[in-house]
């Protein structure tokens, strides 16, 4: 299956505890993209990134988020000292980056975070 | 800031209906998409737009890209019980740079058999 991969699918932290999210994207591309889904919302931007590059992470909170894509492995999300309100599903997503489709992003299952 | 209006928020018909659901928006976008989010999984892609006035359609899914690049619609056809779930429009703006998408509120289908 060479779809976009994310792991763990669920996480459960305490609070204060930091909580990383894994993301493999689709076999060819070299674009990732991060959204945060709360219940009964449809999902918000958080970060859009290329190997080795931010390229726009306006929609990341100032503090205590952070996201990198490195030139080998996965995407990282990584979320320090969580607390209840990070709570949420996190979805990432990739595409192609050229082509017509270049921009057209196809999305992992997600990473349900938990914070107690 | 960018939003797009989904409507209805849910829907409850009879199997074999059809269904049209739309979103708009005060903004103009380049690229259309239509999701379906089933309870513990991601959005999958179920149409791309391209063009403003475009019209495409995916089986029972027809989708298309106003005119004036502010809204798009999906109809579904003879709607079965898989099409159960949760339907979210997102949309692509203008600049080259950033590939973020906005995203609907979701229209909630449920189908009686």
């Known amino acids: 299956n060479a779809g976009v991969m994310q792991n763990p699918r669920h996480l459960v932290r305490r609070r204060g505890q930091e909580a990383r999210l894994r993301c493999s994207p689709m076999?060819?591309?070299?674009?990732v993209y991060w959204y945060r889904q709360l219940p009964e919302e449809g999902l918000k931007f958080m970060v859009y990134?290329?190997?080795?590059?931010?390229?726009?992470e306006s929609g990341m909170p100032k503090e205590r988020f952070s996201a990198e894509f490195p030139k080998e492995g996965p995407s990282i999300l990584r979320i320090q000292q969580v607390v209840r309100g990070d709570s949420a599903a996190y979805f990432c997503a990739s595409s192609p980056g050229q082509g017509i489709a270049k921009n057209i992003q196809y999305f992992g299952a997600g990473t349900r975070l938990s914070v107690l | 800031g960018q939003q797009l209006n989904q409507s209805p928020q849910s829907m409850f018909i009879q199997e074999g209906e059809d269904v049209s659901m739309n979103c708009t928006s005060s903004?103009?976008?380049?690229?259309w998409l239509w999701y379906k989010q089933d309870p513990g999984e991601g959005p999958v892609l179920l149409i791309a737009l391209y063009k403003a006035g475009e019209l495409t359609s995916n089986g029972r899914l027809t989708a298309q890209f106003g005119i004036t690049r502010k809204d798009s619609f999906l109809n579904i056809s003879a709607s079965i019980p898989s099409d159960v779930g949760i339907y979210f429009c997102a949309a692509q703006g203008r600049s080259s740079n950033t590939g973020k998408l906005i995203f609907g509120q979701g229209t909630t289908l449920q189908v009686k058999p």
């Open positions: 076999k060819g591309h070299s674009h």
């Open positions: 903004s103009i976008f380049n690229t």
């Open positions: 990134l290329q190997k080795e590059n931010i390229i726009d």
